[in-house]
């Protein structure tokens, strides 16, 4: 069973604990440098990336993670989690920092204040495959991706509206991100393409 870490400072921990243990894993909250030890992969799950910056300062879990991010680990960061592995942040607090890692610039709340959340069907065929339903993306305060590097690929992106063609899904090696929460709909499909990642 593959065991993966869920971090737990802030955020919807227990919604992607439960999406991976529905599909078999073994998961372990982590608040501590030591609980990063032996996992297979990490989620950073939505909440607010300034609060989870702060708190993984406060923690001394920002460099142990980073270094792990760094030598492999899988990582899977879902809205506030996909601003913590942007090596670049829009619309950033004055001392916010990130775990970096990802080649990607995002905007923080990029959909506008006034939309506070929306949901959208979005085809993700590089990911899920041609003929599968699409995925229901539900955005809440969401940052976009507004410039990728050449080594990342983009997994989906907005297809309606004023935010059509807005990128909402990237990976770059071992790390992949969303800037919505499958967690809350019960499609388990992003959170098994994560697992399969984590078999390498
Ligand atoms: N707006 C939040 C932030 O900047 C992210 C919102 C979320 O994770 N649902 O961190």
Same mark, same amino acid.
């Given at each position: 069973k593959p065991q993966i870490g869920v971090l737990a400072v802030q955020g919807d921990v227990r919604e992607h604990a439960r999406s991976l243990e529905s599909l078999g894993a073994t998961t372990r909250l982590v608040r501590r440098p030591e609980e990063l030890e032996g996992l297979d992969g990490i989620v950073l799950p939505g909440g607010e990336s300034t609060t989870m910056d702060k708190l993984l300062r406060a923690f001394d879990l920002r460099d142990p993670l980073r270094d792990r991010l760094q030598a492999g680990l899988p990582a899977y960061g879902s809205c506030a989690g996909m601003i913590l592995l942007a090596d670049r942040v829009l619309d $950033?607090? $004055?001392?916010q920092q990130t775990l970096g890692g990802l080649d990607v610039t995002v905007r923080r709340n990029a959909f506008g204040r006034q939309v506070d959340s929306f949901e959208e069907d979005l085809s993700m065929p590089e990911m899920l495959g041609e003929s599968d339903r699409p995925v229901r993306a539900v955005f809440i305060r969401a940052p976009w991706v507004e410039a990728v590097g050449p080594e990342v690929r983009v997994l989906g992106t907005v297809a309606t509206g004023p935010a059509a063609g807005r990128i909402v899904a990237v990976r770059q090696g071992n790390l992949l991100a969303t800037s919505f929460h499958p967690e809350v709909t019960g499609d388990h499909r992003i959170h098994e393409y994560f697992l399969r990642m984590t078999r390498g």
């Open positions: $950033a607090t $004055a001392d």
